[in-house]
């Protein structure tokens, strides 16, 4: 996933040079293939994820693929660094933010990723697994948004850019996701509300609308050939798509080149939101 990110880019400008960001879980899927674009792009980048061994682990490989693309393990932890925490404990996102600042001065562009999805029938929902969903997926997503506007507004010059990976399923239902549906809606109805009330600082708050995208949330489900199939069937590029899909679009969203561009909210899915009739 390194090299793709690293090769489309080669030859065109850094648009993130100097600038520090902060991603919530940052370490698989399309969080992952976000840091990858911001590093590949010049932009120092800090990582939030769980905490828990397999996330650690999961950071080191990622902090090893930085090394290879940027010179030398010297320079990588120089550039990338974790911070890990529960997003849905409010000083999750105040330590992440915090981090950034000590480590580079100011932060730039923040995006908000963390996100679970257990897939399951409408009837065997339970509180707990509701309850959890919104703690990662909604909750999560404002405490760490609150931190990133906190200092953003208060940085001199005041500003930044913040983005909240929300999903098609904000657009649509889906039949085992009655649970996961609502928060991604949230997040970018929180989007839209965030970018009315931080204007005024500078700061622009868009969202990021992934369609079908391969990651270990769907994994299981994309590897069965029928199942393959029909969503590719529905999908007008003809396939379906991979986290480095994401980065281009959240580099844009980070990089000066949508200077004016708040409140927005981009569907990347191949075209399957305008194919569903």
Same mark, same amino acid.
């Given at each position: 996933?390194?090299?793709?990110?690293?090769?489309?880019?080669?030859?065109?400008?850094?648009?993130?040079?100097?600038?520090?960001?902060?991603?919530?879980?940052?370490?698989?899927?399309?969080?992952?293939?976000?840091?990858?674009?911001?590093?590949?792009?010049?932009?120092?980048?800090?990582?939030?994820?769980?905490?828990?061994?397999?996330?650690?682990?999961?950071?080191?490989?990622?902090?090893?693929?930085?090394?290879?693309?940027?010179?030398?393990?010297?320079?990588?932890?120089?550039?990338?660094?974790?911070?890990?925490?529960?997003?849905?404990?409010?000083?999750?996102? +105040? %330590?992440?933010?915090?981090?950034?600042?000590?480590?580079? $001065? =100011?932060?730039? #562009?923040?995006?908000?990723? *963390? @996100?679970?999805?257990?897939?399951?029938?409408?009837?065997?929902?339970?509180?707990?697994?509701?309850?959890?969903?919104?703690?990662?997926?909604?909750?999560?997503?404002?405490?760490?948004?609150?931190?990133?506007?906190?200092?953003?507004?208060?940085?001199?010059?005041?500003?930044?850019?913040?983005?909240?990976?929300?999903?098609?399923?904000?657009?649509?239902?889906?039949?085992?996701?009655?649970?996961?549906?609502?928060?991604?809606?949230?997040?970018?109805?929180?989007?839209?509300?965030?970018?009315?009330?931080?204007?005024?600082?500078?700061?622009?708050?868009?969202?990021?609308?992934?369609?079908?995208?391969?990651?270990?949330?769907?994994?299981?489900?994309?590897?069965?050939?029928? +199942? %393959?199939?029909?969503?590719?069937?529905?999908?007008?590029? $003809? =396939?379906?798509? #991979?986290?480095?899909?994401? *980065? @281009?679009?959240?580099?844009?969203?980070?990089?000066?080149?949508?200077?004016?561009?708040?409140?927005?909210?981009?569907?990347?899915?191949?075209?399957?939101?305008?194919?569903?009739?």
């Amino acid at each position: 996933m390194w090299r793709r990110a690293s090769s489309a880019s080669a030859s065109a400008p850094q648009l993130l040079v100097g600038k520090c960001m902060a991603i919530t879980g940052g370490v698989t899927g399309i969080g992952r293939a976000i840091v990858v674009g911001y590093l590949t792009h010049g932009a120092n980048v800090a990582v939030n994820h769980f905490g828990d061994p397999k996330s650690s682990a999961q950071f080191q490989t990622l902090l090893d693929e930085a090394a290879q693309s940027l010179g030398g393990k010297e320079e990588a932890q120089k550039r990338l660094i974790e911070v890990p925490g529960d997003v849905g404990d409010p000083e999750t996102g +105040k %330590r992440l933010v915090k981090d950034v600042v000590e480590r580079w $001065g =100011r932060l730039d #562009v923040f995006v908000s990723n *963390a @996100g679970i999805c257990e897939f399951r029938e409408f009837l065997e929902l339970t509180p707990a697994l509701w309850n959890a969903t919104v703690a990662t997926n909604l909750t999560g997503a404002f405490n760490s948004i609150h931190a990133a506007a906190t200092q953003m507004s208060s940085q001199s010059p005041p500003g930044g850019s913040i983005i909240g990976i929300s999903s098609i399923s904000a657009l649509v239902g889906g039949a085992q996701q009655a649970h996961y549906t609502p928060t991604k809606a949230g997040v970018l109805s929180l989007i839209q509300s965030s970018a009315c009330a931080l204007g005024q600082y500078n700061i622009r708050c868009n969202a990021l609308l992934p369609g079908t995208i391969k990651t270990q949330l769907n994994e299981k489900d994309l590897e069965q050939e029928d +199942k %393959r199939k029909y969503m590719e069937g529905r999908i007008p590029l $003809g =396939r379906t798509g #991979v986290p480095a899909d994401l *980065a @281009g679009p959240a580099v844009f969203l980070g990089s000066e080149l949508s200077s004016y561009v708040t409140g927005a909210q981009l569907l990347v899915d191949g075209g399957l939101f305008v194919n569903l009739q």
